[in-house]
Every structure is written in C-alpha cells, then in structure tokens.
C-alpha cells in the first residue's frame, strides 16, 4: 500500500532552519505532484508547498514565499520542504501529500494520500 513518512520536524529557535523530508513508497512517486500542508493548534489545515510531476515547477503559499524551498528526488521517491527563516508563527505540524491528476495543488481535497504529520516549534 501507499506510505508517505515524514521526518525531519523538531525544536528550532526563530531564523533558524529545518529541512522536512517525506519518503514514499507504494505509488510511482514520478507521476505524482506533491505538497506540504501545514496545521497549527486550533486553526485549519493549511497548503504550504507544492512540485508538479511534469515539470517540477514549484508553488508556495505567500506567507512562506521566499523562506521554504520545496523540491523532489524521484530516484530516492521523496520530496522536501527546506524551511529557512523560521518564525513562531510557522509552528504546526507539517503534513506532505500526493495528488495523481489534480491541477488545484493548494486544495487539501485535491490529494490522494497523505502521510502522518511531524510537528515543528519554533521558539522566540
């Protein structure tokens, strides 16, 4: 079956960096887009990050443009999210997703499966 394991999340003080990784297994990780959502405690679940398949070309959500590098390794079949920068407010668990045909990559709906989550802090 389909598995999609993150790893990489911790404690970090504010500006300082983390580098999310998201290995996955069961799917043709090439043929898929993929994305990192983020949810912080009492709030929605929200898009972060996302690589089209075809042309790796790369989305980011406004209040991360600039600070987080998403990109993929389909000879390893992972895909990362470098986090630079790094404020309180980027505290939330960090989910990576797969999405076979979609086009809506911010949409959570849009995405097939999804893996367990790792929680990042970011302290002041």
């Known amino acids: 079956q389909v598995q999609l394991v993150e790893s990489g999340g911790g404690l970090v003080q504010a500006g300082g960096s983390l580098r999310l990784s998201c290995a996955a297994s069961g799917l043709t990780f090439s043929r898929y887009n993929l994305g990192w959502f983020r949810q912080a405690p009492g709030k929605e679940r929200e898009f972060v990050a996302a690589i089209r398949w075809s042309v790796s070309r790369p989305y980011y959500a406004d209040s991360v443009k600039g600070r987080f590098t998403i990109s993929r390794d389909n000879a390893k079949n992972t895909v990362y999210l470098q986090m630079n920068s790094l404020k309180p407010e980027d505290t939330a668990v960090y989910y990576c997703?797969?999405?076979?045909?979609?086009?809506?990559?911010?949409?959570?709906?849009?995405?097939?499966?999804w893996g367990q989550g790792t929680q990042v802090t970011v302290s002041t």
């Open positions: 997703a797969a999405d076979f045909s979609g086009t809506a990559y911010y949409t959570e709906a849009e995405y097939d499966y």
